[in-house]
């Protein structure tokens, strides 16, 4: 399977990484496509991109507020939506990426794309960056309300 590229815009600041698109947004062709997943309600409360607009317009709230929105795999094999099941991936090229962009912090959505990073990307990278473990927007991560979710996301609004 094959992800998406970058959300980017000119004045990007800072990154948000999943770990690879779920099988909802890959029959879309949009990032976070399923509805009970709560990144979208994340971006409302950050920067007002909120599933309540169409897709186009939330893509360019992000690139308009310096989010920028990526996954950590290019291409991987997986069985249904799930990371844990992630297998062969291949990672995007982040030197070439954050030579181009350079980012002032970058946020993970859930522990499979920090740990990923981590371990394939970080080594890579010349300079260190502000790295943020956040909690997955996933609806399989139920450990968490909504409402506490949100609280942790926010923190990316100090770097905005």
């Known amino acids: ?3 998406f590229p970058p959300i980017v815009g000119m004045n990007p600041r800072i990154l948000i990484l999943g770990a ?8 879309q062709g949009e990032y976070y496509a399923h509805p009970r997943n709560l990144f979208w309600d994340m971006m409302e409360c950050i920067c007002g991109a909120g599933r309540d607009k169409d897709y186009d317009t939330r893509v360019t709230i992000l690139k308009n507020t310096g989010i920028c929105l990526w996954d950590l795999l290019k291409s991987c094999r997986r069985d249904g939506s799930s990371d844990v099941h992630i297998r062969n991936g291949h990672c995007n090229d982040f030197d070439k990426f954050l030579s181009h962009y ?9 522990k499979k794309a920090e740990s990923l990073f981590r371990r394939r990307v970080l080594p890579e990278l010349p300079a260190s960056l502000p790295l943020f473990l956040l909690p997955s927007t996933s609806p399989a ?4 309300t909504k409402d506490d979710k949100i609280r942790r996301w926010c923190i990316i609004k100090r770097y905005l």
């Open 1 to 3: 399977m094959e992800g």
């Open 20 to 27: 690879f698109p779920g099988e909802e947004s890959l029959k």
């Open 141 to 144: 991560n139920a450990r968490m």
């Open 102 to 110: 350079p980012m002032e912090a970058v946020f993970f959505n859930g």
